[in-house]
């Protein structure tokens, strides 16, 4: 196997390999050289480069871990050195434009079979790497509609490749993927980034205040904002059209509640504060989310 | 003491002084059958009644801990049977309408000193109350511009009551907590309401596909919408102006995120979400987060 581009992702997906006994030899390449260097150190790779042609030149599976606009650019490295039958697949947040670009760069014979583990940590780069990221978490190839033996089969393959890091694999359409991940994950992360934004520019109400009183709410969405900048940077670059969609339609709604408060419509927003109960309900009962531990609720009654 | 309203923060409030050691006879009042049925179950109350008048009428320190609009009438039911010199105070999420409602419906001779513990669950009711909740957690008193020693005493004393549950205490000016919870709290709030409203309302993604591709960010926001909505009701219509101008700045913002996306201005977005970053960084450094756990990294290591 080979990784092209080794931070978090990357790392992971390597890790994950490795202890699920899935692959043989994994190379690796990466630009950054303080990035090499650790990779070196963490000891998981048989071949650390700073060459693409080198990475692919023997893999029979090789993964697409850059930033989103950077795979273009990636492929085209590795097109005249790729084994011929190989997998191509990756692991970006957006699947429309990067199929495109794979497609574009990469020769005929490759297998190109897109890809999206859903997962991630707070922490970036390789050292921040870890097996069990993708455990009991969903990944979503988008294959393309091919019939063959060979595309079918490689398919097949790559979903196994992946449910022995211990995921779930769905397959689905681009961009359908591209319009499900704008609503489940690409606006949340820009609505975070935007009231962490928000909270810092108010001019009555220190940043030490905000932090001190984060656990209100706010504090939840700070994780979230402190997510990769390249990374999201080149996600809402890429899934344009899907996420402004999704957020004129927030903004509208969000007109509405405005509206509501300003002209106290209390069982408007009752309403609404209701109905959304239900769809946590409906992610704790999917097993998707523990419920709130019990605080030692047991404890405190006689 | 005697609280008024025992719900999940009323039920902890209690649970907790229990725990601390730092009243005598708990006296609760609720209007609500069932509640009271279960306080009984659950035992940490003295006298567990519906009566307002008969739960106040030996209470050296009274708590409202109903809902935000029901605090004035729960206020005019006590006035009459308070102790002199009794300590009222209240758990309330916004400070300046309740100030106004406690001050218009109290006899003179009480001593009124609201007060705010920012900390919650997501379950409601009684059962779901626990010692711990306050533990580590900011409770904000807004006292009245009194200089006289009983009413100094009074803050002292009720500081203390709240520090013993292992709380931080902070005085502050009623206006600014319901601007700081505006921006920390209340608007967090909101926008989590709406975007999982915004993901119901999709015609094109089903709701079942939303929670399964819910961990990509989506999820943290439903935590926070499953908050009870009568409480959430009554705070967005008690801190109307402070809240519609977060709304106002949050929603300008947003729409500069949105223009820079569609005109594909790449630097903008990395600038906002580096910036953003540091106050994640700054929580994490106060301490007041952990840093995301180890997942087991080093193991993965050789």
Known sequence: MAVIGCGLIGASTALAARMAGTVGAIAVADANPDHRARIVELGFADLVTD????AVAEADLVIFAVPVLAMGHAAAEAAAHLK???TVSDVGSVKGSVSEALRASLPDHALIIPGHPIAGAEQSGPGAGFAKLFDKHWVILTPEPRQDAAYLGAVAALSEFWTATGAMVECMDAAHHDLVLAI????PHLIAYN???????????TRAEVIKYSAGGFRDFTRIAASDPTMWRDIFLSNKEAVLEMLGRFTEDLQALSR????????KLFDL?????????????AGQESPEPNFGRDRDKH
Do not use: N
Not at 51 to 54: D, G, H, N, R
Not at 195 to 205: L, N, P
């Open 51 to 54: 060459s693409i042609a080198l």
């Open 273 to 285: 504060f209701t109905r959304t109960r239900d769809i946590r309900r409906g992610i704790v009962d």
């Open 184 to 187: 489940t994950s690409h606006l």
């Open 260 to 267: 509501a408060i300003r002209w106290g419509e209390g069982d």
């Open 84 to 86: 011929p039958g190989a």
């Open 195 to 205: 009231i962490v934004g928000t909270a810092a520019d108010m001019e009555d109400v």
